[in-house]
């Protein structure tokens, strides 16, 4: 419109991930070239619900060779302002006394969910404030078609899967021990699952694999301690087991009261980092590896935090860079209302409604497709328990019970499943 200045606001949101500073760059270096001007908002959107003018005006020369840097310049905040309708309309005003025209936000499924509330509940409120969202996440879950990460995925898995490969060599060299990886996931199980693969872990667990809503914790036990029992068959009593926190949420409820006080965080979703899950799944496969004699040290370590502000890797770097360039010629053509993907390198909007829950309105979830070529390649890499194990008497033995005990005992473990793989014993 003409005589109105077009301001951008940049507002992340949800936990960091490596590119956000280049996204963050990409946007100031487009936005400014034609005559916008770009705000960078503090702390997401909590500022802004309590009326906070919290901002920084963001020049060419503030971002320069910021997008080789981790963390983010603005900080972040998981605030989720769709809780109350106060702090909506309190958001949608602060903008609009910054004299925001259009916004980008930068996060995961709860961010975008927040940005599609935020559009919609300024044109309740009479006012125009486009808005396109970035999907970050190292999880990997936002619903983008198959083979489109989120931007940060493969720094984390780059630099997880060193982390993994330095686990497994320091189990092999002190022997007789292994490790439980507690990867970062909270409903999906990509980052457990690549940074598992391309380590050559000997087991990765996640949630997809159990086709039920709940599973008890012994399951989550028994394929554990089937892994450990049948390296150590092979003469290999070491090993490396990745395991996708959103495992927890697959638990059975009756099974909780293990897991201590369940605290949740501003979106409803348990907080993990109250909860030591790793230390609970150690005692328990360790009662099980008493019973059958096997002396096995276990450590876990969770693997996460240290992830998720690291310097972007070379793939990252661009492909932010990329997305935030997209997203503001998206803003510029009159786009709004959109989360920005890059697919067979062209710049595709997936509208908001096509990535929301019909049932929830919230954002829907990416998980693995554990029919798929990927996850059938990385289950033949992996030492575990499978059907056709039932049937061999040496793993009977070493569980010292009989054939029919064996395979009455475990069989539940293949209930359902119809992505057997073969297994590949060369491994390390």
């Known amino acids: 419109m003409i005589g109105v200045k077009n301001v951008i606001a940049i507002i992340c949101g949800g936990g960091p991930a490596p590119g956000i500073n280049s996204v963050i760059s990409a946007v100031v270096s487009e936005a400014t070239s034609h005559g916008w001007d770009v705000l960078g908002i503090y702390d997401g959107f909590s500022r802004l619900a309590r009326g906070e003018k919290n901002y920084v005006r963001l020049q060419p020369q503030d971002i320069s060779r910021i997008h080789l840097t981790g963390g983010c310049i603005l900080k972040m905040s998981r605030y989720n302002p769709t809780k109350k309708e106060s702090d909506m309309r309190t958001v949608v005003e602060t903008l609009t006394e910054l004299g925001v025209t259009h916004v980008v936000t930068i996060g995961g499924d709860d961010t975008a969910y927040s940005s599609m509330a935020v559009s919609d509940y300024a044109r309740k409120m009479g006012r125009t404030i486009n808005v396109v969202h970035v999907p970050k996440t190292i999880d990997n879950d936002l619903p983008l078609p198959d083979g489109v990460p989120t931007f940060g995925f493969e720094t984390a898995r780059a630099f997880g899967t060193t ?255 119809d992505f057997a793989a073969p297994q590949d014993e060369s491994k390390e």
Not at 203 to 223: R, S
Not at 313 to 329: C, F, K, M, T, W
Not at 365 to 379: D, F, G, M, Q
């Open 163 to 417: 982390e993994i490969e330095n686990l497994m060599e320091d189990a092999r060299t002190t022997n007789n021990r292994w490790y439980f990886a507690i990867a970062m996931g909270r409903t999906a199980g990509h980052l457990a699952l690549g940074m598992g693969r391309s380590a050559g872990a000997a087991l990765t667990v996640i949630p997809e694999e159990f086709p039920q809503d709940t599973v008890p914790m012994q399951q989550i036990v028994d394929v554990i301690t089937g892994s450990i029992v049948k390296r150590y068959l092979m003469g290999k009593n070491y090993g490396v087991a990745v395991i996708a926190e959103g495992v927890i949420e697959k638990i059975a409820p009756d099974d909780f009261d293990k897991l201590g006080e369940v605290v949740k965080d501003e979106h409803g979703h348990i907080r993990y980092s109250e909860l030591d899950f790793g230390e609970i799944l150690k005692q328990e496969v360790l009662k099980e590896t008493k019973k059958i004699g096997l002396k096995v040290k276990i450590l876990d370590k969770e693997i996460g935090y240290e992830l998720r502000c690291t310097a972007p890797i070379a793939y990252d770097i661009d492909y932010a860079r990329s997305l935030g360039y997209e997203a503001v010629q998206f803003l510029m053509n009159g786009g709004s209302g959109a989360l920005i993907t890059i697919q067979d390198n062209k710049a595709v909007p997936m509208r908001f409604d096509e990535i929301r829950d019909p049932e929830t309105g919230k954002t829907k979830v990416r998980k693995v497709n554990v029919h798929s070529v990927h996850y059938r390649i990385a289950r033949g890499f992996m030492t575990r328990l499978e059907k056709g194990d039932l049937d061999d008497p040496g793993l009977a033995n070493a569980y010292r019970v009989t054939q029919d005990e064996f395979r009455d005992r475990y069989a539940y473990l293949f209930e359902g499943e």
